[in-house]
Every structure is written in structure tokens, then in C-alpha cells.
């Protein structure tokens, strides 16, 4: 047989085998349950949410899915996504066209659309009334539509699938529940002073931080789910004040930064030296280590490690054993590492290990809102910031006092 006859046949009995497979012909009937559907898409939650109260005075879980497209020969688009509550059969969210496409990453692809062997994720951020009883579980229902590719060269663009393949062109199914974890830790703020940005902070915008899933041993880690930036403005709402390379420009600069909990030190690096604000050195950028420039992390307990990054080099107070209090001075506001300007990163995880934990969420004793930025995301911002001129603020978004929650992105604070 010719080669072009051994790939045609190829192709030929995986459509079939696949075909077979979808059609739920592949085995007795007994092989799955009745209610089961056998799927194109593997889909699975990277970590169980745990429900925080954000400044918009709304409870959020924030969380990821993974999406696999396992067939290799058909494309495959996720049409509507809907988180349920087992218990009662509530809907609590329903995302599909441009706003599940806007909270989704899917490598190689478009939209929603995943081709054969392609992966991705969605990031997700279920809101409920402040007020409201957050369910013990969690499921989600799929509707996706199949289509084949436009040609054995061309798996990327998909045509609708003809009554010959033998292949339904639609799926939906209703993954496993999954546990709601702990509420956010309430925890002091790491800073005192007024006109904070939580820079690249949570819930409904994959930023930065949000999403930074990294793979690691072959797992999926999110450290910085909840991870936030704090930059300071000066009166003017201005970054910095005189020569934008300097950094006794910026008003940030040399901030005590505080324990927001009280524990023991697990780590404390220096070392690292400033970078130059707005740029950032090659061995920085591309070496994980020094990409965190100085940094504290401080077991909190309960299963929870503070962190605190881009210090001054010389200024850490505390080293490796240590007892801390809530409030304590730990370091200086810098700029080490992989930074534009200074700033103080925060998060808090579940492992004593930066990049290698998956991110908790915690919320402030007590801040103020000055409103919130208008710039699309932080790297916008900063790019308006680095020539000097005054961060464009709504100054009636999220305004107010606010006790026992968590800044949301872009949001303008006081710490009192």
C-alpha cells in the first residue's frame, strides 16, 4: 500500500474509532452509566475556590478550569459554561460567547475553540451576594459544539461536521462536584499610607497575576490568584515626582512594609540588588529566583504562608525562625527582582514555596477606597504612569470604608 494510502486509511479508522466513541458505541452499554456522556473535552478544577468578600461587597470565587480537547480529529468549542450548586440546582453563573472567551486562555486557539490535542483554561469568578450561604459544592455543566477540520493541513479552522462522519456535532455533560474551601483569612494591611493601586489584583480579568498558572513535577500551580501589586501615587495621582529613573522619585520607595499576621519566618532572601525603574536586568527576567528579588515568606498558620516580594536589599529585619507579630516592621518598600517600578508584592498561599503553592485568599482588617483606575489592566497604566502623568481614577467606583474584604483590581486605597 502507498504512503498516501496508509495516512488516508489512518485517518480513515481514527475518524471511524472516534466516531464510534462519541456515538457511545465503543463498548457494551454497561461499560458507563446511564446518565454518563463520553466527551471529546476533559475538563477538571485546577484547586477547590474559596469564597473571599471583595470591596463590590460581593463574595467571589475565584478559581480555574482546565480544558483539555483529547480527540485528534475533531475541533471542539465551548459554547456555555454554567456553575451549579448540587444541593439546590441553582444556577450561580452562566458564561458563553464574548464573556466566556474573555475569561479563557486556550493555547494554539481562537476563542473559545479548541483544535484536536489542544488545551487551555478558563478562569473563573463566581460572585454571590454578600449576605448570601455559599454552597459546600460546586459542579459545572458543558455545551460544546464539534466541528472538523478544514483539511488534514489545517486543524486550526474548523467546518461543520457532515451527517456521514458519523459524529453527533454537539456534547454537553455535568463534571464531578467540587468542595468549596475555607473563607479568606482576614489579615492586617502589609503598608500604612494613602493612594495604594492594587495593581494586577483580583477577580474578573486574567491579569498578570491572575494568569500565571505555572507547571511544575507536571501540575499546575496558580500562586498569585489573589496576589496584588501596591503602587503609590503622590497627591497629583502622579507614579513619581522628578526623574522617572531614580527611585527616590517615587513615593513608594522605602515604605515599611508590615507583617500582616503574626508567625514564623520560613525564608528570607536578600541580596538582590534595585533595578532601574523601567527597566529590568536579563538575569532577572529569566531566572526564576531572581525574578522574586528580596523577599520574607512567613508561616501564618493554619495551612497559609504570607509573602512579600521586591524588598530593598539590606533592609529585610528578619531571617529564618523568627516569630513575628502582626504589624511588625519586616523590610523596605524596593524594587529588586523582576519589577517596572517600586512596589510591594503580597499574596498569600498554601505552601511555604512561592511559585510552587497555589494562591489563598485573604482580605484587609480595613481600608478606604478612593475609587478605581480607569486603565484597561496595570501594564496600560504603567505605560500612562512611566511619562509622568496622573492615573486617570472614577473616583465614585468602590469608594468608602471598607472592613473584612479584599481589594479588587486597579482599585485605589487608603491604608488608615
Known amino acids: ?65 482546565e480544558v483539555v480537547n483529547k480527540s485528534n480529529v475533531v475541533l471542539v468549542t465551548v459554547d456555555s459554561l454554567k456553575v451549579l450548586d448540587p444541593a439546590s440546582g441553582a444556577v450561580l453563573q452562566e458564561l458563553g460567547g464574548p464573556g466566556l472567551a474573555k475569561m479563557s486562555r486556550f493555547a494554539g ?51 461543520p461536521l457532515t451527517p456521514a462522519s458519523g459524529i453527533e456535532p454537539a456534547e454537553a455533560f455535568t463534571i464531578a462536584p467540587t468542595a468549596v474551601g475555607a473563607a479568606a483569612i482576614v489579615v492586617s494591611p502589609p503598608l500604612k499610607g494613602l493612594r495604594w493601586i492594587a495593581g494586577s489584583g483580583c477577580c474578573n480579568t ?6 500565571a498558572i505555572q507547571g511544575i513535577n507536571g501540575a499546575p500551580y496558580v500562586p498569585e490568584r489573589f496576589a496584588i501589586d501596591f503602587l503609590q501615587l503622590d497627591q497629583q495621582g502622579r507614579l513619581f515626582v522628578g526623574p522617572g529613573k531614580e527611585l527616590k522619585s517615587y513615593p513608594a520607595f522605602g515604605a515599611e512594609v508590615l507583617a500582616a499576621a503574626g508567625g514564623t519566618v520560613v525564608s528570607a532572601h536578600d541580596g538582590r540588588p534595585e533595578q532601574i525603574p523601567g527597566s529590568v536586568a536579563k538575569d532577572v527576567a529569566y531566572t526564576l529566583d531572581a525574578s522574586l528579588g528580596n523577599n520574607i515568606v512567613v508561616d501564618i498558620g493554619g495551612g497559609r504562608f504570607a509573602f512579600y ?108
Open 206 to 211: 486574567i491579569t498578570p497575576h491572575r494568569g
Open 109 to 159: 486557539a481562537s476563542g473559545t475553540t479548541l483544535p484536536p490535542g489542544h488545551s487551555g483554561y478558563v478562569f473563573m469568578d463566581v460572585t454571590l451576594p454578600a449576605r448570601a450561604a455559599v454552597p459546600r459544592q460546586i459542579t459545572h455543566r458543558v455545551e460544546a459544539s464539534r466541528q472538523s477540520p478544514r483539511s488534514p493541513e489545517d486543524t486550526h479552522h474548523g467546518v
Open 309 to 416: 516580594a521586591h524588598l530593598q536589599p539590606g533592609s529585610l529585619r528578619v531571617k529564618p525562625g523568627d516569630k513575628v507579630v502582626t504589624g511588625q516592621v519586616l523590610a523596605l518598600l524596593g524594587n529588586s527582582g523582576n519589577t517596572d517600578a517600586p512596589h510591594l508584592h503580597f499574596h498569600v498561599m498554601d505552601g511555604p514555596l512561592p511559585l510552587k503553592a497555589n494562591g489563598l485568599p485573604y482580605a484587609f482588617t480595613r481600608f478606604t477606597g478612593r475609587g478605581v483606575v480607569t486603565a484597561e489592566d496595570l501594564p496600560r497604566l504603567m505605560l500612562l504612569l512611566s511619562k509622568g502623568e496622573v492615573a486617570p481614577i472614577d473616583k465614585s467606583a468602590l469608594a468608602g470604608p471598607h472592613v473584612d474584604q479584599l481589594p479588587l483590581n486597579l482599585q485605589v486605597i487608603d491604608f488608615d
Open 1 to 65: 500500500m502507498a504512503k498516501g494510502q496508509i495516512r488516508r486509511a489512518t485517518r480513515l479508522f481514527a475518524r471511524l474509532a472516534l466516531a464510534m466513541a462519541l456515538l457511545g458505541i465503543a463498548g457494551p452499554a454497561s461499560a458507563i452509566g446511564e446518565s454518563d456522556v463520553l466527551t471529546a473535552l476533559l475538563v477538571r478544577v485546577v484547586a477547590p475556590p474559596n469564597p473571599v468578600l471583595g470591596a463590590d461587597d460581593k463574595i467571589h470565587l475565584a478559581y480555574e478550569l
